[in-house]
């Protein structure tokens, strides 16, 4: 209790969610009441000595509604201002039969289609990497099953920051097991509401599991982007004119130099010209939809510069559209698209997946310290290329004559001759 009282002062979270409690329901009403009044909760109890699960959260989160529950299962409806959500919070059998039960009943619930989050002990593994210690083959049934469910229900791993293990069995010598039982899983939808996740294993201190921590938000990424060439600007004339008038310039230094400074040029006249000349694509098409809509509405459609002018406006939206499928598509890396296909959310999830998976959460230096703060990420990384480019060796030529290999290739002696 004082540790998890403690994780609870120093990271406040929102959701409290225990599981392999062994608690009856006596003991979850005098665990439970010992947390403040702006604390709601739900609760599974065990069978015996074996399960449980309790999942606590602040009365202020909206509206939560536990709305089913099995001796695995405990499944809340978060609802908001802004949308609603399923948190599911398991705790598996370890019987195969029992497992495979579970996997089946949820789902049925992925049928519906909302942004769902999952999270627990599922008691189970998707690779041989996720283990470490004894034989696979104690892991590989559950592993088939698990790893069917999450592929047919379209699942998401959200990853995870720490130790590669989030149980061990305590024992001490050549029993001593490892293995990924718990993470956090979820389906594109509740993916998609959120710029920044991250999932951090945190020390294992009064148990045999890691507790995990998640942080999901919304807040901007950080300020500094990288430059992409987006494919949709080839159908504007002024993307063109930048990229000649860049490379207009006569070069009056050495080819390398000048290669360097046309590309750099490139750049910079490009982001001159999108900030002068283009408008977001859904903000024209929002302002062009606005526009048909005021002609049709004062009837200037009959007409024939009306009829004109619609006509135009229309073929237009339509190439905004097409502009649009191209620039998602390019952010999914989609190499199938084809023409006629259409903007979907299809493009949108995979953009964000890949955002996730990219995204660098946690270093460690060369001294073995671990850095999660964005600022600590960058100096940790200007840190290790200046090491690796300055030295403090002084180079002389007899050194770096010295440092090549004796069977460096030379001049003959008519060759030094002719020089």
Known sequence: MDYIKDIMARLKPDFICLVETKSNSIRIQRFCARFSRHWVWAAVPSNGYSGGIIVLWKRFNGIVTPVASSRMALHLIITTSEDSWILSTIYNSQVLSEHKNLWKSLSGLSQLDSPWLLTGDFNAITSEEEHKGGSFRNYSSKSKAFTTFIQSNNLLDLGFTGSCFTWCNGHDGLTRRWARLDRFLSNSNWFIKFNYISNQHLARINSDHSPMFLIAHDSP????????????????EGCHSSVVNAWNATPSTSPMHSFTHFISQ????????KRSSICHIDEELKNIEQEINAIDQHHFSSDTWGSTWLRALRNRHAALLKQKTIYWGQRARSQWITKGDQNSSFFHSSVKIRRHRNRVRAIKDTSGTIF????????CFVHHHKNHWTSSSIFTIDSLLNAMPDDFPVLSDEGQSFF
């Not at 999660?372 to 100096?379: K, S, V």
């Open 266 to 273: 490139t750049k910079l006249n490009l982001c001159r010209w």
């Open 372 to 379: 999660t703060e964005h600022i600590d990420l960058e100096n």
């Open 221 to 236: 990424s950080p300020s500094s982007r990288i430059f992409r060439f987006e494919n949709i600007w080839l159908d504007y």
